[in-house]
C-alpha cells in the first residue's frame, strides 16, 4: 500500500470515528429516558352515587384510563377503557349494553371480550368491590 | 441610479446567468399539459403554509397547558388570527391534495423514466414529509380530535415489525401521549421538517430543471415534434393565474368554514363518535377498519399495516419496476394498476365519510 491510499484509508477511518463519535450522542439524546412508574393495582375509581344504572365514567388507573360502568341491574363493571386494536379510549353504551371504540368500530362485550370489529384481543378486566360510597377498581387477581 | 443599482446587483448576483437559466426552461404542449401545472401549485401552497405557519408561531405557546388555550387566543383575540389559522389548515390539506394529483398524474404519464428516477424518489420523499407535516401539526392545537389521531397514528407506528417499539417512543417522546409529544411534534413541525423538505425540495426542482419536463409516451409515439412554450414568462403566468384561483379559493374557504377549535385534549375522555382522521389518511384508516381481528392466525391489524407499507414500498419503486421505455405490456399492466391506486384510494376515502358502509 502506498503512501497516499494509506493516507486516503486513514481520513477515511478517522472520519468515520469521529461522525459516529458525533452521532451517538445525538441518537442517545433522541430516546427518551424511560421514567419508572409507580405500579397502580387499586384505585378509587369513583362515588357511587356518582354513576345512574347504565352510565359509565373513564377513571385514571395509573397513566391509563380505565373503564367503570353501571350496569342496568345496579352492579359495577370496570376494565381498560385502552382498545386494543390501535390504542383509542372506549366508551360505553348503554342502549347495547357493549363496550365500543369509536375509533374504528371495534365493539366488546361486558365481560371485556372483543366480540366485532377489528380489536384482536378482550380489554384487560379488573375487580370491582365497593367500600362505604367509594367504588374500588383493583387489578384482577389471576393478572 | 436605478438603472446603476441594476447593473450592479446584475454583475454581483449573476442575474444574467439565472436569466439564462429561467429562459433554457421549455414547457411542452400536449394535450396532457395540464397537468404540469400542478407541481407549481404545490409549491405556491407551500409558500403559503411557510408565510401562515410563520406567522402562528408569534402566538402559539407549545406546551400542553397552554397549547389549546393560545390557538383558541389566536382565534378568537388576534385580529385575523382566525383567518391565518383558517388558512394554514385549508392550505395543508389543498397542497397535500394538490400534491396528489401531481405525484398521480406523473405515474400515470409514467414521468418517472429515466433519466427521471431521481426526480420521482425526490417527489416521493417530498409527499412522506407533507404527510408528515400535516401528521405532526394535526397535534399541534392540543384538541380531542388531535389526540386520538395521534394516539392511533403513533400505535400503528408502534406495530411495524422490529423498529416498531423504538419509533413509538421516540415519536412520543415517552410510553403515552403527553405534553413531551406535544412538544416533539413541534419541534418536528417547525424546525427538523422544514429543513428537510428545503433541501430536498431543492434536490428536486433541481432535478426537474436538469431533466426538463417529461413527455408522455404516447405523445412521443405521434412522430411529429412536440411544441413548446417558454417558462418564462408564458407558462409561469398561466401558473400565476392558477395560484391567484387558489389563493381566492383559500380566503373563500377561510372566510365561510373557517376550522374548528373543538374540545381540549382529555386522556380520560372516550375517543368520541364519528372520529375520523383527515382524508388524506382516511383510505388508510378505512382500511384498518374494515380487516378483521385475525387474518390467517395474525392480527388484522398487523396485516393492514404490512400491506399498506409494501403498497408504500411498492408505489416507490416503480421507476425501476415498470418498463424503462415506457411502452409495451409492463407498461400497461403499471398504468393499470395506477388507475387501481387511484379508485382503491378515491372509494375507501369515500367510505370514511359514509360512516364505514358502502
Known amino acids: 500500500m502506498d503512501r497516499r491510499r494509506f493516507l486516503d484509508w486513514m481520513i477515511r477511518i478517522s472520519g468515520t470515528t469521529l461522525g459516529a463519535f458525533v452521532l451517538y450522542p445525538v441518537v442517545r439524546y433522541l430516546v427518551p429516558p424511560r421514567i419508572p412508574e409507580a405500579v397502580t393495582r387499586r384505585v378509587v375509581a369513583g362515588k357511587v352515587k356518582e354513576l345512574q344504572p347504565g352510565s359509565f365514567k373513564i377513571f385514571p388507573f395509573g397513566s391509563q384510563p380505565g373503564l367503570l360502568i353501571r350496569t342496568q341491574d345496579g352492579s359495577f363493571r370496570a376494565m381498560s377503557a385502552v382498545c386494543t386494536h390501535l390504542g383509542c379510549t372506549a366508551q360505553y353504551r348503554g342502549a347495547d349494553r357493549m363496550v365500543w371504540c369509536a375509533c374504528h368500530n371495534g365493539v366488546y362485550d361486558l365481560e371485556g371480550r372483543n366480540v366485532s370489529g377489528p380489536p384482536p384481543r378482550p380489554l384487560e378486566r379488573y375487580d370491582v368491590h365497593v367500600e362505604g360510597e367509594d367504588v374500588v377498581v383493583e387489578k384482577a387477581r389471576t393478572s | 441610479m436605478i438603472a446603476r443599482v441594476q447593473e450592479w446587483l446584475r454583475d454581483r448576483l449573476g442575474l444574467d446567468e439565472l436569466q439564462q437559466l429561467a429562459e433554457h426552461k421549455q414547457i411542452p404542449l400536449h394535450r396532457h399539459t395540464f397537468w404540469y401545472y400542478w407541481g407549481g401549485m404545490t409549491l405556491f401552497l407551500f409558500g403559503i403554509q411557510v408565510c401562515t405557519g410563520i406567522l402562528l408561531l408569534l402566538y402559539y405557546r407549545a406546551s400542553a397547558d397552554e397549547a389549546y388555550e393560545s390557538v383558541r387566543f389566536i382565534m378568537t383575540q388576534v385580529s385575523f388570527g382566525w383567518l391565518i389559522r383558517s388558512i394554514h389548515s385549508w392550505s395543508a390539506n389543498l397542497m397535500i391534495g394538490a400534491a396528489m394529483v401531481h405525484m398521480f398524474s406523473a405515474f400515470m404519464m409514467k414521468a418517472y423514466r429515466r433519466p427521471r428516477e431521481a426526480t420521482w424518489l425526490s417527489g416521493m420523499l417530498l409527499f412522506g414529509l407533507s404527510m408528515a407535516f400535516g401528521f ?29 417499539p423504538f419509533m413509538l417512543r421516540f415519536l412520543r417522546g415517552g410510553d403515552h401521549i403527553t405534553g413531551a409529544t406535544l412538544t416533539r411534534f413541534f419541534g418536528f413541525h417547525v424546525a427538523i421538517l422544514p429543513a428537510i423538505a428545503t433541501m430536498i425540495l431543492g434536490v428536486h426542482l433541481y432535478l426537474v430543471q436538469r431533466h426538463g419536463m417529461s413527455v408522455p409516451p404516447q405523445v412521443e409515439d405521434q412522430g411529429t415534434p412536440v411544441p413548446q412554450m417558454k417558462f418564462v414568462p408564458h407558462f409561469l403566468l398561466r401558473d400565476m393565474v392558477g395560484w391567484l384561483a387558489a389563493l381566492g379559493g383559500l380566503a373563500l374557504l377561510a372566510a365561510l368554514l373557517p376550522w374548528e377549535l373543538g374540545l381540549k385534549a382529555d386522556p380520560y375522555v372516550p375517543a368520541p363518535a364519528g372520529i375520523k382522521p383527515e382524508w388524506y389518511f382516511g383510505w388508510m384508516f378505512q382500511t384498518l377498519r374494515m380487516l378483521p381481528s385475525h387474518i390467517a392466525g395474525l392480527e388484522g391489524e398487523l396485516i393492514g399495516i404490512i400491506g399498506i407499507g409494501l403498497a408504500g414500498m411498492v408505489w416507490l419503486l416503480a421507476p425501476f419496476l415498470d418498463d424503462p421505455t415506457g411502452r409495451g405490456p409492463r407498461a400497461r399492466f403499471w398504468s393499470g394498476l395506477g388507475v387501481a391506486a387511484i379508485v382503491y384510494i378515491t372509494v375507501f376515502t369515500l367510505l370514511v365519510y359514509r360512516g364505514g358502509k358502502p
Open chain 2, 136 to 164: 405532526s401539526g394535526y397535534l399541534l392545537p392540543w384538541n380531542q380530535l388531535a389526540f386520538f389521531a395521534t394516539k392511533v397514528g403513533t400505535d400503528i407506528t408502534g406495530a411495524v415489525p422490529v423498529v416498531g
